[in-house]
């Protein structure tokens, strides 16, 4: 007489056997973890004595069958982790005896039926990962004996009403609603939950208001989970009352104020997960109190002042994430004392002074970033102990001398980065080494030994200095008559030009070389330059759209003559762009210019500017590959101004109102009124007022007031965040220490989706036919772009990559999109 078949964690297939339809007594089905196929049998219904059926982990297929709600003597039914789909039955309402349910993670739809809140001894309710919608039945206030209640990681909606239901049911021990769509505020009668509850898990909803302070009634609540919210306001002080609290997770919310003193209440502490608020402040001493602690997160807030002592003392920390904060100071040698330590990101902040030599005794150790910061001195040799590091990231920061030998024998080192910094001497071979890349080293420009990434090998120095002075007795004398030849030239030249200044002194209309147009030309061009041919409007005068007498159309730039710098403007732009010649500037046609009257008459864009077209709203809509192209061509054009021209030129206002577009879509860089000539060897110039336009301008100017190369690499850094995430710098949502650059750094690189223009990411699923690495793709390439628009509008100008190098790296993502792309068979690029 077969009562009982435990057939679990097997390696059977095909189709739950019909024969079992026969085993009458049978009282126990449990077939989970394994590989049956099919559908789940109605025939079990016929079974009068089956009280158990376990089925979870299989590759069962169909319906929750309805005959199930027939066997009204089950007492457990887990059909968990398997491909089923359809809704729930309402039928299965009617499993009085029912204490366990269980149809996770598989692919069921629809809403959770109020009749099943008639399962009147039910103590479990699992329904996670599905695909349930609609809102949660107050019938659950029913259910009086529900221990536990779990239906995250579905599509469920509606405000948290259902929370006061639950409160009749006073042995629930846990509530998992994650990952929903639930909205409005977390109830005050939060606190009338049961006292035996122990984990409320809510995080990715949409929640918002504040954290209710009647959380504190739940004395027994072991973990809280609220990240992923759109909370607001201070964490309530009574939190802090839950001393049975073992994880307190409020990340990815928008609180605000400081970190609790009163956290050290919470002595049961494992796991604080604070980051990605508004948080202010300092760490709080009294966290060092936190003895159990083993996870703390407090990245991506405005966190200030030094790291308390104390957090170093914490000896069962595994994870310490404070990055993307203000924090400064040094780092203390107690650091060496976390000998649990795996995990630690102290990037993005202001810490200064040397690398402490104890952290070489963290040797548990598998990712340490510390980039982004100010350290200064050598890398520690004791690195080399790190013997279970995998990740290491120094990049960034003030470190100079050589790179330690001991670096190279880390088994497990995989990704090492050594960017921008001034480290010299040779490269270590081997290990790390052998696979590192150029971006890796970039900008520590005393490396040597690298031939493979075209790094200049080393010299002896013994044999380097012997070697200049045999070379010396030889190229000396060739040397010093170059040089008197030199001075000859450079007297006749003089000569020369001092005698053609006394014949003729050009004018920068003379230079052009071009026919002028006459002002009434101009007038007949813009039919008296009515509102009707008006393109834009600035400061400095007026641009208007216009046909000249021999049919072609231009754009004509009218100065106002009202403004004292217009004058200055017109010649400034003239000169700029009288010998320049390159595809992506905008082309100077001719000029008309008498006592009061100045104006330039330049190539029209159809396309209007970069900003009319981000911004627009008669559906125009620019794909990635496009947003590509055009920050490509404009740092085409800025390397020709910067390193080919005869002249280097800053341009000193760059911005999207200032790119062009033609009828190809063929960015063109314009407005050059402001723009500096950089003579001969000078890297900057002093200006005597505040170039630019604010949102775009390079912090240095406030400092220094010098404009250079790099504080149009800034402008240019901050435009190229600004094309892919569809927000001005100027945007209201911009205040106090948040900016644009800021708010994207926040999100980079595994949250890009929450802020980058959705149309891109619309554009990347949109078409079902499409294959989903398309997407994939499509994130990878983002990474990289937001990547190079952060290095160009770093802070540090030192830290800016020259614009040849941009052309080299957008070349190459534009490349690298196109071929990955061509693999699938499709190349993504709108029209």
């Known amino acids: 007489m077969l009562q009982v078949i ?19 007594n049978l009282e126990t089905l449990g077939l989970s973890v394994n590989n049956f196929t099919g559908t789940v049998p109605s025939w079990l219904a016929t079974l009068p004595n089956l009280t158990i059926i376990y089925l979870s982990t299989n590759d069962l297929t169909g319906k929750i069958p309805i005959a199930l709600s027939n066997s009204t003597w089950l007492l457990g039914l887990d059909l968990s982790e398997n491909n089923l789909e359809g809704v729930i039955p309402p039928e299965l309402g009617q499993l009085r005896n029912l204490r366990y349910l269980s149809v996770a993670t598989n692919q069921i739809s629809g809403v959770i039926p109020d009749s099943l809140g008639n399962l009147s001894e039910l103590t479990q309710i699992d329904l996670v990962i599905n695909k349930l919608t609609g809102s949660v039945p107050l019938s659950f206030r029913k259910m009086l004996n529900l221990r536990g209640i779990y239906i995250g990681a579905n599509q469920l909606s509606g405000n948290l009403d259902f929370l006061a239901a639950l409160s009749k049911c006073r042995s629930l021990d846990t509530i998992n609603i994650a990952e929903n769509k639930f909205t409005g505020m977390l109830p005050t009668y939060m606190g009338n939950l049961s006292s035996t509850l122990q984990y409320f898990i809510a995080y990715n909803n949409r929640v918002t208001g504040s954290i209710p302070n009647t959380f504190a009634n739940l004395s027994n609540l072991l973990a809280l989970s609220l990240s992923g919210n759109n909370l607001s306001g201070k964490i309530p ?4 009352a839950m001393n049975n609290l073992q994880e307190l997770n409020l990340s990815n919310n928008s609180l605000s104020g400081t970190i609790l003193t009163e956290i050290s209440r919470l002595t049961n502490l494992v796991e604080l997960h604070l980051d990605g608020n508004k948080l202010t402040g300092s760490i709080p001493s009294s966290v060092s109190s936190l003895s159990e602690l083993q996870i703390m997160r407090l990245s991506r807030n405005s966190l200030s002042s030094t790291i308390p002592i104390g957090l170093w003392h914490l000896q069962k920390l595994i994870e310490l994430d404070l990055s993307q904060n203000f924090l400064s100071g040094f780092l203390p040698t107690d650091v060496g004392t976390l000998s649990a330590m795996t995990i630690m990101d102290l990037s993005r902040n202001k810490l200064s002074g040397g690398i402490p030599i104890s952290i070489g005794e963290l040797q548990m150790m598998i990712y340490l970033n510390l980039s982004s910061n100010l350290f200064q001195g050598s890398i520690p040799d004791s690195f080399g102990r790190l013997v279970s590091i995998e990740e290491l990231d120094l990049s960034s920061n003030v470190l100079s001398g050589a790179i330690p030998k001991s670096l190279s024998n880390l088994s497990y080192l995989a990704n090492l980065n050594l960017s921008f910094n001034r480290l010299d001497g040779k490269i270590p071979e081997g290990g790390v080494f052998s696979n590192i890349t150029l971006e890796s080293l970039m900008r520590n420009n005393a490396l040597c030994g690298l031939p493979r990434l075209e790094i200049a090998p080393c010299q002896n120095d013994t044999d380097h200095s012997r070697s200049k002075l045999e070379l010396l007795k030889f190229i000396l004398p060739a040397v010093l008559a170059i040089i008197v030849l030199a001075l000859c030239l450079y007297m006749l030249v003089r000569v020369k030009v001092n005698i053609g200044r006394k014949v003729t002194v050009p004018s920068d209309t003379d230079l052009l070389n071009y026919q002028l147009i006459s002002y009434h030309e101009l007038v007949r061009a813009t039919s008296n330059f009515t509102d009707d041919n008006l393109l834009g409007a600035g ?22 003559m009202q403004h004292e710098l217009a004058s200055k403007s017109f010649d400034t732009e003239c000169r700029a762009l009288r010998m320049a010649r390159h595809r992506n500037l905008v082309k100077l046609i001719s000029t008309c210019s008498n006592l009061d009257f100045r104006a330039l008459i330049l190539e029209y864009m159809p396309h209007g500017s970069l900003d009319d077209l981000l911004y627009s709203n008669d559906g125009r809509q620019l794909s990635f590959l496009q947003r590509v192209g055009i920050m490509l061509d404009v740092a085409m054009a800025m390397e020709y101004l910067h390193h080919q021209h005869f002249e280097a030129v800053l341009h000193c206002d760059l911005k999207p109102s200032n790119i062009l577009l033609d009828q190809d879509m063929i960015a063109h860089v314009s407005d050059f009124g402001i723009s500096k000539l950089l003579a001969g060897t000078e890297n900057s110039i002093t200006l005597t007022s505040m170039p630019g336009t604010v949102g775009y301008m390079a912090p240095e100017f406030g400092s220094t007031g010098k404009a250079s190369r790099a504080s149009d690499i800034y402008s240019y850094g901050i435009v190229l965040l600004e094309v892919f995430t569809r927000k001005k710098p100027t945007d209201p949502m911009f205040v106090g220490e948040l900016s644009l650059r800021r708010w994207v750094s926040q999100a980079f690189p595994h949250e890009l989706s929450n802020v980058v223009d959705s149309i891109i990411l619309q554009d990347g699923m949109e078409d079902e036919s499409r294959p989903p690495e398309n997407f994939s793709i499509l994130n990878i390439n983002l990474i990289s772009i937001i990547e190079l628009a952060l290095l160009c509008s770093s802070v540090v100008p030192e830290e800016r990559m020259p614009m040849k190098d941009v052309v080299v790296k957008l070349n190459k993502i534009k490349s690298n999109y196109n071929s990955q792309l061509g693999k699938y068979g499709y190349i993504h690029q709108k029209t």
Request: proline content about 4%; aromatic content about 6%.
């Open 539 to 560: 400061s400095f005068g007026k641009v208007f759209k216009g046909e000249l007498d021999d049919g072609s159309v231009v754009a004509i730039k009218i100065l106002n």
């Open 237 to 240: 002080t009574t939190i802090t």
């Open 6 to 24: 435990s057939l679990g964690e097997n390696q059977f297939n095909g189709p739950i056997p019909l024969g079992l339809s026969t085993c009458q």
